[in-house]
């Protein structure tokens, strides 16, 4: 698949993708109380306070980031006894992640896909365990700034949004997909392609640009199977080695029928990594997956 041009709208290079989401009823809009600490998150002159009223406006969100920054993988331990000591804790990008993880969870993962073959709930595993491997990866390879570091969790637990969308929006769509990827011989990217027109990463990329997600973000997501090659190439590689290190560490039954992705050679290259290196940062992967099982239980 080549890399998607963000400089045109998906919908208009794409009149099958724009027709999929113009029949979407019930597509959620992007929650206001997540717009509003995007801005505060990238205001330098917002405080730890401001962002403390805005979370506590959404009670539910309030209480699930207490118990997330309570939760092993981020030390807390029991300490953390309120919303402004949580976003003093986290810091504000981290906090962006909660907002987007959690938004993202119950505005899509939570809703069922009548007549679907995809597991969402196993989905949602999937996204956390490659956001969690992203981030371990950048900085046990120290390749990228602390931002990019921060941006890769977000950018792995939305690198897979579009299949969430497609089970939303089309239920029936993924039996096809896996039968005609099986008669074919096709990997699911291809399939997706043969039968809806596009794939799960430009469906992906249309709900960032809907939710006014970052542009570099939107990149991420529509590039995430491609090979990473221009702008920003060392960031799209740790990602597209992050999904396929998660699908190892963590096998998940997404689409039982299609084999899981596989670590490319591409990757491991542009990062000076082989093989062997990368069977030894595995245990400490899977520690750090271990963690993060509060975010699994989010939906």
């Excluded at 998150?41 to 118990?67: G, I, N, T, W, Y």
């Excluded at 809703?111 to 046990?140: F, G, I, K, Y």
């Amino acid at each position: 698949m080549s890399e998607v041009d963000l400089h045109d709208s998906p919908s208009v290079a794409n009149p099958e993708l724009d027709a999929l989401l113009a029949s979407f009823q019930d597509l959620p809009t992007i929650p206001e109380v997540l717009a509003r600490i995007w801005q505060l998150v990238d205001d330098p002159r917002s405080s730890a306070r401001d962002l403390e009223q805005v979370v506590s406006l959404e009670p539910p969100l309030a209480a699930k980031v207490l118990r997330l920054a309570n939760s092993p993988y981020y030390g807390g331990r029991g300490r953390v006894k309120d919303v402004q000591m949580a976003i003093t804790a986290l810091g504000f990008d981290t906090l962006r992640n909660l907002a987007v993880c959690l938004s993202v969870a119950s505005g899509l993962v939570q809703r069922e896909a009548r007549q679907n073959v995809m597991d969402q709930r196993e989905l949602w595993r999937h996204s956390v365990s490659c956001a969690v491997v992203a981030r371990r990866l950048a900085r046990e390879l120290d390749v990228l700034d602390p931002d990019d570091v921060e941006e890769l969790f977000t950018s792995g637990l939305l690198h897979d949004i579009g299949m969430f969308v497609i089970a939303l929006g089309r239920p029936r769509a993924y039996a096809e997909v896996v039968r005609v990827g099986l008669e074919q011989g096709y990997e699911q990217v291809r399939a997706e392609r043969e039968v809806l027109g596009f794939d799960h990463a430009e469906v992906g990329c249309a709900f960032a640009q809907r939710w006014h997600f970052p542009y570099r973000l939107q990149d991420l997501i529509a590039n995430h199977h491609s090979p990473a090659v221009g702008d920003r190439a060392t960031t799209k590689h740790v990602l597209s080695l992050a999904d396929a290190v998660a699908h190892r560490v963590v096998p998940t039954a997404i689409l039982p029928d299609f084999e899981v992705r596989e670590v490319d050679a591409r990757d491991l290259a542009a990062l000076h990594l082989d093989e062997e290196s990368l069977e030894q940062l595995l245990p400490e992967l899977q520690r750090d997956i271990e963690r993060a099982q509060e975010f699994m239980n989010l939906v």
